[in-house]
């Protein structure tokens, strides 16, 4: 049976820190991510993939902020594993008034993010460090207001793509017309590739300038490499 956490109606609170309308990717770029997994497989894999981040391990009382938190599948998994003080950072008006979480919402960009030094015990991002659009500097920027935000044993837990030779094979697979219009899933992550193309490759194909900076500010404890994905879970140093 459904938890209520996703059966909730009411508009979301949102706290605008920027003016709405900055976004990172067009209408069909969002309209692919939401049709790429339902509301309910996407919150599954965010619960499995917190747990894998160790996550599950910290107080359930902490203060947990997501980053990119899109339309709040993130927040829901959070809930449903327990936590109780969630926030959430979008740039994107549209999705964050998609959110079915009480979780507190914030309309802000990443790369300044509205909270007071040393106050998050855990930030989270479950894939958004890839649409930043100036590699390395907007990362350097987003690491170092992770940094500052998070308390002295504060962790830091993000999945991005990562170029495996899997993900080289679902590329190619998913490029292929017929596949395409059999698939409607491998479709819409077309889509989605094809509309964030220039920021998804410039961050495929930078990684070791990527790692050296989450080195710099992250004591890594996972640093683990499969299926076309980077799981990262650092301590603040
Ligand atoms: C791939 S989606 C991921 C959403 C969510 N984490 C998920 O997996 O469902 C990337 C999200 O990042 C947001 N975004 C992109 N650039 C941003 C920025 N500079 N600051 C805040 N959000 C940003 C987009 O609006 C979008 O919701």
């Not at 990172?24 to 509301?39: L, V």
């Not at 015990?121 to 170092?144: M, N, S, T």
């Amino acid at each position: 049976m459904n938890a209520p956490d996703t059966a909730n109606d009411s508009k979301p609170m949102i706290q605008r820190h920027i003016q709405a309308g900055a976004v990172c990717c067009d209408t069909a770029w969002e309209e692919a991510y939401q049709r790429f997994e339902s509301p309910e497989e996407e919150i599954e894999k965010f619960i499995k993939r917190l747990k894998s981040m160790g996550l599950v391990d910290r107080p359930r009382n902490i203060r947990v902020v997501e980053l990119f938190c899109g339309r709040g599948g993130g927040l829901i998994a959070l809930k449903r594993l327990g936590f109780t003080k969630m926030e959430g950072v979008d740039l994107s008006e549209t999705l964050l008034l998609q959110n079915k979480t009480q979780a507190r919402l914030h309309l802000a960009d990443c790369r300044k993010l509205p909270f007071k030094d040393t106050t998050v015990d855990a930030v989270i991002i479950h894939g958004g460090l890839h649409h930043l659009p100036q590699l390395p500097d907007d990362l350097e920027q987003v690491l170092f207001e992770i940094h500052r935000v998070l308390k002295t044993d504060g962790t830091f837990h993000a999945v991005e793509p990562w170029l495996t030779p899997f993900l080289r094979f679902v590329h190619v697979v998913v490029e292929t017309p017929w596949v395409r219009k059999v698939y409607d899933k491998g479709d819409a992550l077309a889509v989605m590739i094809e509309h964030e193309r220039e920021t998804y490759e410039q961050w495929l194909n930078q990684p070791t300038i990527i790692r050296q900076l989450l080195d710099k500010y992250f004591v890594s404890r996972i640093n683990r490499i499969a299926w076309g994905k980077l799981q990262f879970t650092g301590v603040k140093i």
